[in-house]
């Protein structure tokens, strides 16, 4: 995919899920039962140390599924970017803005994804050629704080990560979000080996978002 049809294809989706886990298997196990629940916008995080590995298997056992977008999340440096993109990342998300890591991208044709909590960080952001801004953490704002940002911005498309639940997902799209990211719950669950209940909750976002969006 080229990096306009990943960024259409995430807002599309509009919930991706941030995975982290403790271990090669645990990371592969929770990305296999989002997806098998409908959530198929995978973010898995370089907290966890086999991230690389994960995104090169998840890659290769979803490649002939075009709606599976595995990306690379808690992304801190360039270097970090190309492990993820050569690993087969289709997107690079961060915690914060670094500049390199957004000509990296923009050089190999990734959607870069930084987060940021300002006006000034998110127009930065935005003329390095980000075309999605992760609005992070969300629970230190709360959703009234999308109306303020796109008052002086409306162009800008925002993803808001932490602090996003089944139960306010809705404020978030209906304040103006383009996406969502999701992930607390999904990896206690993993931590205890439920699996099944990860693929129910991940059905559980998709019908919800689906609902908030109409």
Known sequence: MKKSEIIMELKKQGVVAV????????????????????????????????????????SEMYKDHKEVCIGAGTVLDAPTARMAILAG??????????????????????PYIPGCMTIKEIVTAMEAGSEIIKLFPGSAFGPGYVGAIKAPLPQVSLMVTGGVKLDNLDQWFKAGVDAIGVGGELNKLGEAGQ???????????VKKASEARQ
């Open 19 to 58: 995975i982290r886990g403790n271990s090669l298997e645990e990371g592969i196990g929770i990305s296999k039962a989002c997806i098998a629940g409908g959530l198929t916008a995978i973010e898995m995080a370089y907290t966890n140390a086999n991230a690389s590995e994960i995104i090169k298997q998840l």
């Open 89 to 110: 990342a289709k997107y690079i998300v961060s915690p914060s803005f670094d500049y390199d890591t957004a000509v990296l991208c923009n050089r190999y044709g990734i």
């Open 195 to 205: 699996f099944e209940e990860i693929t129910r909750i991940a059905s559980e976002y």
